[in-house]
Structure formats: structure tokens, C-alpha cells
């Protein structure tokens, strides 16, 4: 394999069984085709033409941990195996990884969402504005790691319920909080996180619209602008906190409580809920009148003030650090890689791409500065693949 090892990272998917069947197409071997594929996803390339041409310009590089006795791979083989090579295989080798450089966090929260990759349907594939035949990926993101513990793909928006018990299966939860948003509140999938030991923070909407509805009643009455004593109805602890960004001012209010005989008895198949909570968020723009909305949750945890406000605040991590950067970033809802298992496979590649950005704990500069970085630096990006915390704890493995 050239003067010297994989990168750690690239170790872990050296195995995996070649779907080629002829050996006429096997020209190039596979660990050469995903390496090369991997790193121009990493630093930029959004398509098989641009994959080929950073093969090409990085070639002298490569073959540092690379053989490249067939030199490097056409355009078309990319784009061949990567519509071959089942997903799921790669996201098995991408867990592993993930198993070994992930630090044991007590109450780590996990959040759990999904987001669909719109780019892959064409205009004819749209309907009413919704796309069709598009995918819908939804990760697991460990918040204070930092880093997407797995994703598990469906057809729509609407699985993410048979999708997340899924994923749950995949990963280690033992001590940890998993937060969800509403399409995910459901008691099942509630009773198989208290199974694994974890504890849970769902969102309250309309699709469980009764128990939404009686836990809204509940804090029907609380006015954070009195003493609590006025309150005196209902038990409950609070927490409040205060933000000022960019000009808009934001206060948010947390209340929980562990007052949830009466709601047992109503929803008796939600046994694992032993707390209830509501966010009060007043925010002003300094353009008007301030807008105040509440929302509504379930949790296993004790009534915790601090830390349910934790978990809440945390969930949105997945959205702000996972979601929209994949977007900015990457570009990801205008890819145009559509076919079989490429778009599923892509969407894994940018997310390690991601993490490895993040392994940069000296840096100061921005995630997108680091991307930018890892495409124009061979030697930035060799330091990150051989040299980063994470290459460290892979080698002491």
C-alpha cells in the first residue's frame, strides 16, 4: 500500500467485500476507489468528474498510503461502486470508528432527528412542492462528543417512527439522555430507551394531541412574571436564561415537575414519564411588538431544572451543528447524486468529513475555514488524518 499505513480512519473500512462481480471491473481496488472518494468528498467534490480531477491533482499524495498501480480511477468507477456499495456496510465500519474515538460521557444527550436530502429529486420528481423519491436520513447526534453516532435511512418523514427504534438498536445508550422531537414521541419507543438504561426528553405537538393537550392544561396558569408562590396549584421548579445576539434579545423560562400521578392514570401506557415540562421563550428583535411562544415535554428524568433546560437547549445542537452545517458547508440539499445507494453513502462521507474538521481542537478557525483548509492543504489534512485526537485514540486501541 504504498511507503507508509492508511490513515487510521480509512483502516476500518479496508475489509469490506468488493460488490464488483466481474473481475474485468476490478481494475482498481476498492480501498483505493473509497480513500480516494472519501478524501475529495472530504475537500470539496460534489460529483464524480470532481472526484476524479482531485485524484488527479492529488495523485503524487496519495501514493504516500495509496498503491495506485492502475493509477487513479476514472470518473465512472466512482460513480459505479458507489451505487453498488451498500451503505449499510460502510456506516457498520463508520460505527466502529465512532465506538473507539467517543469519550464515555455521563448524561451525554443524544439527539435524535432527521433530515431529508432534497437534492436528489429532479423537478419532475416534485409534487405540491414536496420531493419525491428524495431520502430521508436520521442521525444520532452526541452532543457534548460532537460527533453522529449512526443514521438509518427511510422513505419519508412520516417513518422516522419504525426508523428510530432502529437506530436506538445500533448504538450504546446506557446513562444517556435521548431527545426527540415530536414525530418520535411515542411510549414504545420511550420504554425501549428506559430498557437500555438511558433516559428520555420528548417534544410535545399535535400528532399525540391528547396527552399534548393535558400537559399544555397543566401549565395553563403559570405566569413566569409572578412570585411562585402565586402558583400554588401545581409544584414545579424553574430556571431561566437570557441571551442577547445580533441585536435580538431572548429569555427563556424552564419549568419542570415530578407531579405526574394524574397524568398515569389518564395516559396509563405512558408508565416511564416521571416528569413534565414547559419552555416560555420571549423573544424581541428590537422591531416590534416580542413574540412569546410555549412548548411542551415528556421525560423519564426527575424533575431537574437545570438539566432538562440543558437537554432542551442541547437537542438543537443536531439542527445548528449537524443539519445546517451539511447544508452551508457541503451544499448537501443541492447535490445532484442520486442513484441507489451513492446519495445514503455521500451523506455518511460529509459527516466524517465534519468530524474530522472538528478533531482540530487547536485551530480557531471556523468549521468551514477547517473544510476549506483540508482542500487546499495536503499537510493540514495529513495532520488531521494521522496526527488528531482521534487518530491518536484509534493507534492506542
Known amino acids: 500500500m504504498g511507503n507508509t499505513k492508511l490513515p487510521p480512519l480509512m483502516e476500518y473500512f479496508s475489509n469490506i467485500e468488493d460488490p464488483r462481480r466481474i473481475t474485468k471491473n476490478k481494475k482498481y481496488p476498492l480501498i483505493e476507489v473509497i480513500v480516494i472518494a472519501f478524501l475529495a468528498v472530504m475537500s470539496g467534490a460534489d460529483g464524480w468528474e470532481s472526484i476524479e480531477r482531485y485524484g488527479v491533482m492529488r495523485k503524487k499524495w496519495l501514493k504516500k498510503f495509496l498503491s495506485l498501480e492502475k493509477g487513479i480511477p476514472k470518473h465512472d468507477v466512482y460513480r459505479r461502486v458507489l451505487y453498488a456499495l451498500r451503505s449499510e456496510l460502510l456506516e457498520s465500519c463508520f460505527m466502529n470508528w465512532i465506538r473507539d474515538i467517543k469519550q464515555d460521557i455521563r448524561q451525554e444527550v443524544i439527539a435524535i432527528d432527521g433530515k431529508t436530502v432534497r437534492g436528489m429529486a429532479t423537478k419532475s420528481r416534485f409534487k405540491a412542492g414536496t420531493a419525491v423519491n428524495s431520502i430521508h436520513l436520521v442521525s444520532a447526534w452526541a452532543t457534548e462528543n460532537q460527533l453522529v453516532f449512526a443514521q438509518v435511512q427511510t422513505a419519508e418523514k412520516s417513518n422516522e417512527i419504525t426508523a428510530i427504534p432502529a437506530l436506538l438498536e445500533q448504538i450504546a445508550i446506557q446513562g444517556c439522555i435521548i431527545t426527540i422531537d415530536a414525530m418520535g414521541c411515542q411510549y414504545e419507543i420511550a420504554e425501549k430507551i428506559v430498557k437500555k438504561e438511558a433516559d428520555y426528553v420528548f417534544a410535545l405537538k399535535g ?65 416511564t414519564i416521571n416528569s ?59 447535490s445532484r447524486v442520486r442513484k441507489d445507494y451513492s446519495p445514503r453513502t455521500l451523506a455518511l462521507i460529509r459527516k466524517i468529513a465534519l468530524t474530522i474538521a472538528r478533531s482540530d481542537k487547536e485551530s480557531k478557525t471556523s468549521i468551514r475555514g477547517r ?27
Do not use: C
Request: charged letters at 30%; proline letters at 1%.
Open 207 to 271: 400528532n399525540q394531541e391528547n396527552l399534548h393537550d393535558a400537559v399544555k392544561e397543566y401549565w395553563g396558569m403559570l405566569d413566569f412574571g409572578k412570585p411562585a408562590g402565586q402558583a400554588h396549584y401545581i409544584r414545579f421548579h424553574s430556571v431561566s436564561t437570557y441571551e442577547e445576539k445580533h441585536g435580538r434579545k431572548e429569555t427563556r423560562d424552564y419549568a419542570v415537575s415530578d407531579d405526574v400521578q394524574w397524568l398515569h392514570k389518564e395516559f396509563p401506557q405512558w408508565k
Open 276 to 334: 413534565i415540562g414547559m419552555v416560555e421563550s420571549t423573544r424581541d428583535t428590537g422591531q416590534g411588538e416580542a413574540k412569546t411562544e410555549r412548548r411542551y415535554f415528556v421525560s423519564s428524568l426527575a424533575a431537574d431544572e437545570n438539566l432538562f433546560a440543558h437537554a432542551v437547549r442541547a437537542h438543537w445542537g443536531i439542527e445548528n451543528q449537524l443539519h445546517y452545517m451539511l447544508d452551508v458547508i457541503y451544499r448537501e440539499d443541492a
Open 371 to 397: 473544510v476549506q483548509q483540508m482542500g487546499w492543504s495536503e499537510d493540514y489534512l495529513e495532520s488531521l488524518l494521522f496526527r488528531s485526537d482521534f487518530a491518536s485514540l484509534q493507534e492506542a486501541s
